[in-house]
Each structure stands twice: as structure tokens, then as C-alpha cells.
């Protein structure tokens, strides 16, 4: 049996820290530990405001607070950031960074774009 913790930490609800850690597998001999730790700092900047990157969507979900959003992005192991809307509550994972392809970022209302 896998099991999988994540922990946020705020300043406010657009700066926080996110851990996301292992769990434990079960198996006939006895229980094997399984350890891994993933971990992330975010903050909204006026840069990524009303933004979000396109062409990059790897999974898209609803979430009703921005740290349900980064605990999704960081549980996918693809994630290089995430889009969230605050309007709609959608939530995007994203596999690429805006560093990387800034001509993807766009203005979107609603949107907000956090690199991770």
C-alpha cells in the first residue's frame, strides 16, 4: 500500500511552499520503506498575473483554493508549473516552464501562472 503525504506552508495565498512526501509498500515479507521528497516554492509575481501558459496542459482539474492546485502539480511527476483561475477554479499542470517558452505565456482573465 502506497500512501502519499503533502504539507503546504503560506505567507498568504498566493506565496507558499509545498512538500510532497513518500509513503510505504507493503509487501509478503514484510514492509519496505519508500522514500521520496519533492519540493517546491512559489510565488505569484506581478509578471504572471492575468497570465497563464498555453500549449503546455497536461492535465486539467477543479480545485476551490490555489494550494490544491500546487499539491496536483507537484504530485505529477511531469509538472514544471501550474495555471490556476480563481473565477472558475481550474486548475492546469502544466509539463513546461514560462522561463523556457515565454512566448506561450499569454494573457488569460481569470488566470493566474505559477512556476514551480
Known amino acids: ?3 502519499e503525504e503533502a504539507d503546504i506552508s503560506s505567507k498568504d495565498e498566493h506565496d507558499f511552499n509545498v512538500y510532497l512526501g513518500g509513503g510505504e509498500i507493503s509487501d509478503d515479507d514484510g514492509v519496505m520503506r519508500l522514500s ?33 492546485c500546487a499539491r496536483k502539480c507537484m504530485r505529477h511527476d511531469q509538472c514544471q508549473s ?7 477554479l481550474q ?8 522561463a523556457d517558452y ?10 493566474d501562472h505559477y512556476p514551480i
Open 82 to 88: 501550474f495555471n490556476y483561475n480563481s473565477e472558475t
Open 91 to 98: 486548475c492546469d499542470i502544466n509539463d513546461a516552464a514560462s
Open 36 to 68: 521520496c521528497m519533492r519540493s517546491a516554492a512559489t510565488t505569484l509575481t506581478d509578471d504572471m498575473k492575468g497570465k497563464a501558459l498555453t500549449n503546455h496542459v497536461i492535465q486539467t482539474s477543479t480545485v476551490t483554493q490555489v494550494s490544491q
Open 1 to 3: 500500500m502506497l500512501s
Open 102 to 111: 515565454p512566448g506561450d505565456l499569454v494573457p488569460q482573465q481569470g488566470f
